[in-house]
């Protein structure tokens, strides 16, 4: 019998290169004026908060750290938090009022006017990542979303930015998302170092 693990991964590859190369084509201008913002927002003493859940999560955590240790360029640590990695605070939002509320709180507690949260929801119907954003829009917050083809009619009301991948895979909006961070925080730094007029 054939082997079609070698079909499999062929077909795969190629899709996620078609998405990968269709979400730049239409967001290019989008990711250089987030990026721009962002590091606008730090130049004026704010930071930017990410969260998500399950693979999101982790690259919530993902972006962080190159933020606050480097991405490629040797500069300073950059300001920024991942709601999603302290168990205790986790825990007690969600045993004392709801999951809903997990980073709507956050946001509430460390947010200020001018910082910037990313909120990562591949369906876009992560009700606590939505409230979330809700919160920061209700603080004078910038809002980002990253989300997928479902999730632009739930998003686009609380997001000042919202990045969409135009397919219906988890995995491959995923590989988008994490791909459009990783430009983002290029830029950030190439704002901030290379040509800090342009922030």
């Given amino acids: 019998m054939p082997d079609k693990s070698l079909d499999t991964i062929s077909t795969y590859a190629r899709a996620g290169s078609r998405a990968r190369d269709i979400f730049f084509e239409e967001n290019a201008q989008e990711l ?12 004026a003493g704010g ?15 993902h972006l962080a750290a190159e933020f606050v240790n480097r991405f490629l360029l040797e500069r300073p640590p950059l300001p920024a938090i991942a709601l999603t990695t302290d168990t205790s605070i986790l825990t007690a939002i969600s045993n004392d009022y ?7 709180k956050q946001v509430k507690a460390l947010g200020n006017l001018g910082d910037v949260l990313v909120g990562i929801s591949t ?8 409230r979330a954003l ?4 209700d603080m004078d917050m910038v809002t980002v979303g990253l989300t997928g083809k479902k999730g ?3 998003m686009q009301t609380c ?16 590989e988008v998302h994490i791909a459009a961070g990783h430009i983002i925080c290029m830029l ?3 704002y901030l170092f290379e040509t800090p007029q342009e922030s």
């Fill in 123 to 130: 369906s876009g119907g992560s009700e606590n990542i939505n």
């Fill in 188 to 190: 950030v730094d190439h």
């Fill in 32 to 43: 250089a004026d987030i990026s721009r913002m962002i590091a606008s927002s730090m130049v």
């Fill in 47 to 61: 930071k930017v908060l990410f969260c998500g859940n399950g693979g999101s999560a982790a690259d919530a955590q």
């Fill in 159 to 174: 997001c000042t930015h919202l990045l969409v991948v135009e397919e219906e895979s988890t995995p491959i909006i995923q």
């Fill in 98 to 104: 709801h999951f809903n509320e997990v980073f709507a």
């Fill in 134 to 137: 809700h919160q920061a829009r």
């Fill in 152 to 154: 632009r009619a739930a």
